[in-house]
């Protein structure tokens, strides 16, 4: 059946079922409560396999990161169905056990079986970024956690409905472990609500086409989607291409932790090893091992944009993890910030690529998502918690000049608006601005990273926790580019402004109102070399004042300054 499908229905039933998972990211973007999710879309939807867990297609708008890790998060829930042995139609998994499912425990997944003609036909999945879950730090981003339990409540997979039927006692131990239970209550009734809406789509669907053309088109579109990724590595040439970063610490030893790859190619498979990278460690940098997986899946299809996204694309890939490192860390190893050390796997992937073939990858970005969260009690006892992330520079290309201040390349989601965080907290942006010589330079420059300062408006003050990176390891330039700037993180006292001594990291800053904390991201890294840059292109950065004069002479040569009328 799977090779008889026509490529016109091929086509129609993709963008269908494609279109089911975008109305259901779209569903919890517009129903959710905290800004995370409703303003930055840190979510995803998709489609999973019956019996594998495998991604079968997913959403527009969620989170790439979230293709990979949700399949794990489904094979969680499809063993502990097992475990039951009485799975039925209206069944609903919930958890945010992050070594089942991957990434961290404020992502809460949901997981629901779709049945036709009593059997599972497929999974719907529901991920979104709950704003707090307990654990010691308000928003849960704990940079001095030594296990996952100072960092939020664990949630292993339960069934949240039974048959249809709501289990009001789930909710209940939910909504008793967050800082933020009518947030918490707003994003689970739109994660349900998308799960009704996919539910109801797929109905349609298969009324109209027939259970078998749509599983048959299922298949199909995976077999593509490895036959295109077979296609695409035989056009690179075979060899080995290795490559390493660091991280600044891990929050609890100040000490710098090493991730290396081999990218090796051979014909139309891929290998993606990361032996030497370093040991699990006391601090939450680490991951658990389906994060690390789905990390070299959107690597991949960064090198490889056209192919689709599902898990026929990671067929001819064999990703090599080294057991209890840094990227396979068991429970209860802390792993809350997630988000950099994927942001230094992408890193390595694309600096050993570029290697191999330099006109499909760009430089490094800025590598950090800077988890700033700053909380208090407003006037009438109420806690708020403002947790966000903050962007920076993309690195420069063989087309372009990096983005500006744009978010990291891990997701698709976007930076909450300043009006909204203000609208939201008792704070005030005193500078959302574009930093001027952030950038790494090259043939095609780096972006321009950001400068934020926030300042606390409320007289009972606030604390800030910071869990970033990149504060001694700038994001490297590619085929000859430069650097990037590093990443600068100050906070204001009554004797002046000052720095956290693990640079990148810091808890339990005391902030009294009128003081502010400020972040300065680091640019992108640079494409080609300098020498090769357009004397013009030079000339109309100074006259932005994206680049100083000093510092455009001294990475260009005086050759711009010819080109000013």
Not at 434 to 459: Q, T
Request: net charge negative.
């Amino acid at each position: 059946m799977t090779e008889s499908i026509d490529p016109i229905t091929l086509a129609v039933l993709a963008g269908r079922m494609e279109q089911i998972a975008d109305e259901m990211d779209a569903t919890l973007f517009r129903a959710a409560f905290n800004p995370i999710i409703a303003e930055a879309h840190d979510a995803s939807h998709g489609l999973y396999h019956p019996t594998t867990g495998d991604t079968l297609v997913q959403g527009k708008s969620g989170l790439p990161i979230f293709v990979g890790v949700m399949s794990f998060a489904v094979k969680a829930v499809i063993e502990k169905a097992a475990e039951h042995g009485d799975l039925a139609d209206g069944d609903i998994y919930i958890f945010n056990d992050a070594h089942l499912g991957g990434t961290h425990l404020n992502d809460m997944r949901l997981v629901r079986p779709y049945f036709h003609e009593g059997k599972p036909f497929c999974y719907l999945g529901s991920v979104g970024h709950w704003h707090d879950l307990g654990g010691a730090v308000p928003g849960n981003y704990n940079p001095a956690a030594t296990d996952a339990f100072q960092e939020a409540f664990v949630l292993p997979p339960v069934r949240l409905a039974k048959a249809g039927v709501l289990q009001t006692d789930i909710v209940d131990i939910l909504m008793r472990n967050t800082r933020l239970p009518q947030s918490a209550e707003g994003d689970l009734n739109g994660q349900l609500g998308a799960l009704d809406l996919g539910v109801k789509r797929l109905a349609e669907l298969l009324a109209e086409y027939g259970a078998e053309t749509v599983r048959a088109a299922l298949d199909a579109l995976q077999n593509r989607a490895e036959m295109l990724m077979r296609a695409e590595l035989e056009e690179l040439p075979n060899g080995r291409w290795e490559a390493e970063d660091f991280l600044d610490n891990d929050g609890i030893t100040d000490e710098p932790l090493a991730i290396r790859v081999a990218l090796e190619i051979k014909d139309d498979t891929m290998t993606l090893d990361f032996s030497g990278t370093a040991d699990r460690c006391a601090g939450p940098v680490n991951i658990a091992l389906p994060t690390a997986v789905a990390t070299a899946y959107v690597a991949i299809k960064h090198i490889f944009p056209a192919l689709p996204a599902n898990a026929g694309v990671m067929r001819p890939i064999n990703v090599v993890i080294p057991e209890n490192s840094l990227l396979s860390a068991p429970f209860p190893a802390p792993v809350g910030g997630y988000t950099e050390t994927i942001l230094r796997m992408i890193d390595v992937i694309f600096a050993a690529a570029s290697q191999a073939a330099p006109d499909r990858v760009v430089a490094n970005a800025y590598g950090t998502i800077n988890a700033l969260s700053i909380a208090g009690k407003r006037k009438n006892g109420q806690p708020w918690v403002m947790f966000s992330f903050y962007g920076g520079g993309h690195g420069g290309s063989l087309e372009s000049d990096g983005l500006n201040h744009g978010n990291a390349p891990i997701s698709t989601a976007t930076i909450p608006p300043m009006e909204i965080l203000e609208a939201a907290y008792p704070v005030m942006f005193r500078q959302w601005s574009l930093r001027p010589d952030s950038a790494g330079a090259g043939m095609h420059r780096g972006g321009m990273g950001a400068i934020y300062e926030i300042e606390v408006l409320e007289g009972g003050g606030a604390t800030a926790f910071l869990f970033g990176e990149r504060g001694r390891f700038a994001p490297k330039g590619v085929a000859g580019g430069g650097a990037a700037s590093l990443n600068v993180f100050s906070y204001e006292q009554a004797d002046g402004w000052h720095h956290p001594p693990m640079v990148s990291k810091m808890v339990g800053m005391k902030l009294k109102q009128g003081q502010a904390v400020r972040l300065e991201t680091p640019g992108g890294g640079g494409y080609g070399s300098a020498s090769d840059r357009d004397p013009t292109a030079v000339a109309q950065d100074v006259a932005m004042g994206l680049v100083s004069p000093e510092n455009a002479t001294a990475a260009y040569g005086p050759a711009w300054t010819e080109t000013r009328e």
